[in-house]
């Protein structure tokens, strides 16, 4: 087991949300298609309130701070909250698209000790990537970007988000993350929009696409082992944890609401009305979250792919049921190794959507 | 043995701040910005990063905080003590002086 392993463990058995994602803002200098944000401020947190819920985070334990949005950079006091961030000693990871980011801007970010930056790329071509973020020049913006990041010695990691208009692109990109010198991860994975709104679920990849990702060695390495037919699972599967979400990791939004996961929009609390760590440790809906079992699935318990399936409880919250399967995971399950999952056998039984449920803010 | 190991040479030792740290179930978790390499410290060692606030000298750290509160000699203390400094220094989380270090990273939070 790794270091960072063990760590996990010791932060999962002592409740320590080792891990924090915080959106510092949603407003956004692009428009891209399959955005589940809305984009207009409804009152983000100032810059004291958030110097103040960092103060919580370091108290509670929190070691990897994550700060998204949103375009992070849209916020004029970005570099006061990431001062102090690395003033309280977070391990500071930024996620942006890079358009406003120059030489200035990558220096600062350098002698901040930003230990990452992941910056979304969805096509080699500016046509393509262009017409995905409805900002003209901004993939011309967004490698020079990287170019000043890498110069600054910065590490940097490309986001390529797969849907159907760039699914042919994603060796491209892999190809432009090597020539800059930077990493490549790929995410197949479209989610609702805040206001419940699944039209952008029609952008996604489709299964023979999935299928033909995960079939492809220079993404997946030994395509053998990855699409290997599922173990039988054993006692520690299924009483084993879903994920990390509300169990040593949490998301946090710029209104100050906290959710287990980014894509878990279950509201849990508000650090405008809360202590974060009263939160953390007495919410009933984060109690609910870490009290889920895989052996408490209620389908998924029964079904072949249980150990190995990426089901996401927050997309299966947003089909009405955290317990419930996760359909996009029970695609993937399904095109990576063939076997229909428990939930695609009972549908092609029954049949019927289900209704999402959509992001709330606290009373 | 090089002067730098030489334990009779004083030695201050600071903080680096270019790493991330969290102190979490008495072990401190710490991370290289410049690098990415991840670290456990063991009580011990916690102990004298905690301390090393560039104005003691290592060798008051060990007598005064690591041979007070830990079951160990002088002696093994002090070569313990010098090996791990010596290693995280290595790393760039640590600086090492013969004078007195002004700029140190503060202490991080304990995990309750």
């Not at chain 1, 979250?289 to 072949?304: N, T």
């Not at chain 1, 229909?340 to 289900?354: E, I, V």
């Amino acid at each position: 087991m790794s270091l960072l392993a063990e760590m996990n463990q010791k932060a999962l058995a002592l409740g320590i949300p080792i891990s924090v994602h915080l959106d510092l803002t949603y407003r956004c200098n692009e428009r891209c298609v399959h955005c589940y944000l809305d984009h207009d401020d409804h009152g983000e947190m100032t810059t004291q309130e958030i110097r103040d819920l960092l103060v919580q985070l370091a108290d509670a334990g929190v070691f990897f701070l994550t700060l998204s949005g949103g375009e992070v950079l849209m916020r004029r006091d970005f570099f006061i909250i990431v001062e102090e961030a690395r003033r309280l000693l977070f391990n500071v990871k930024v996620k942006t698209n890079g358009v406003m980011i120059r030489g200035p801007e990558a220096a600062r970010m350098r002698d901040l000790g930003v230990e990452q930056v992941q910056i979304s790329v969805y096509s080699h071509r500016p046509e393509v990537h262009d017409a995905i973020t409805k900002l003209p020049g901004s993939l011309q913006r967004t490698i020079k970007a990287i170019q000043f990041l890498k110069t600054q010695g910065l590490k940097v990691t490309i986001a390529n988000v797969l849907m159907a208009d760039n699914l042919s692109d994603n060796m491209g990109v892999m190809d432009l993350a090597r020539e800059l010198g930077v990493f490549y991860t790929l995410d197949p994975t479209i989610t609702p929009k805040l206001d419940g709104d699944r039209s952008v679920l029609g952008l996604g990849i489709s299964g023979s696409g999935l299928q033909t990702i995960f079939h492809n060695r220079a993404l997946v390495g030994d395509v053998e082992e990855f699409c290997a037919p599922p173990p039988p699972p054993d006692e520690d599967i299924m009483e084993g944890y879903p994920c990390s979400a509300g169990h040593t990791a949490c998301y946090i939004s710029p209104y100050g609401d906290v959710f287990p996961c980014v894509q878990f929009p279950l509201p849990c609390g508000n650090v405008r009305q809360q202590e974060f760590v009263d939160i953390w440790h007495d919410s009933e809906q984060l109690r609910e979250v870490r009290s889920i079992r895989a052996k408490d699935l209620s389908v998924c318990s029964g079904c072949a792919h249980v150990g190995t399936c990426t089901r996401c409880p927050g997309l299966a919250y947003m089909e009405g049921n955290m317990r419930g399967p996760s359909s996009a995971d029970c695609e993937k399950s399904f095109q990576r190794t063939g076997i229909a999952s428990a939930n695609m056998k009972a549908r092609a039984r029954l049949g019927g959507a289900r209704h999402l449920v959509q992001i709330q803010a606290m009373a | 043995m090089s002067d730098r190991e030489c334990p009779s040479a004083e030695r201050y030792i600071a903080r680096s701040s270019a790493i991330a740290a969290r102190l979490v179930g008495g072990e401190m978790m710490i991370m290289s910005t410049a690098d990415s390499t991840f670290f456990t410290l063991n009580e011990v060692a916690t102990l004298i990063w905690q301390q090393a606030d560039g104005r003691t000298p290592l060798s008051e750290i060990v007598d005064k905080k690591i041979c007070q509160e830990f079951e160990v000699t002088p002696d093994q203390a002090r070569r313990d003590a010098e090996h791990f400094v010596n290693e995280l220094s290595q790393h760039g989380i640590l600086q090492v002086s013969e004078q007195p270090i002004i700029s140190c990273a503060p202490p991080p939070a304990e995990a309750p």
